[in-house]
Nanobody
């Protein structure tokens, strides 16, 4: 059974940092392209960072501030987020890239105050 369990979100001030984690199971994590997605209130879910055998890639909105990484031994995906702004407020999810249908975790809420 595919599972994604995100954690690490919270409330931070503008300019602060957070580290998100995503524990995965039920997928071949070692070989699978993974991504972080986020959904802000009233907006569509968007991909913000991806990691694959070709390397990493970021949306323009987070480039230079977010770093995606993975621990293949532990099947864990990470997102290091620096220089957070209120525009980063959203629920953050991890999933494969492209995402596995409706197999979404509960996400982790990130709230950035100004």
């Amino acid at each position: 059974q595919v599972q994604f369990v995100e954690s690490g979100g919270g409330l931070v001030q503008s300019g602060g940092s957070l580290r998100l984690s995503c524990r995965t199971s039920g997928i071949s994590f070692y070989f699978t392209a993974m991504a972080w997605y986020r959904q802000a209130p009233g907006k569509e879910r968007e991909l913000v960072a991806r990691i694959s055998r070709r390397g990493t890639d970021y949306s323009d909105s987070v480039k230079g501030r977010f770093t995606i990484s993975r621990d293949r031994a532990q099947n864990v995906l990470y997102a290091e987020m620096n220089g957070l702004s209120p525009e980063d407020t959203a629920v953050y999810y991890c999933n494969t890239d492209p995402p596995l249908g409706d197999n979404w975790g509960q996400g982790t809420q990130v709230t950035v105050s100004s």
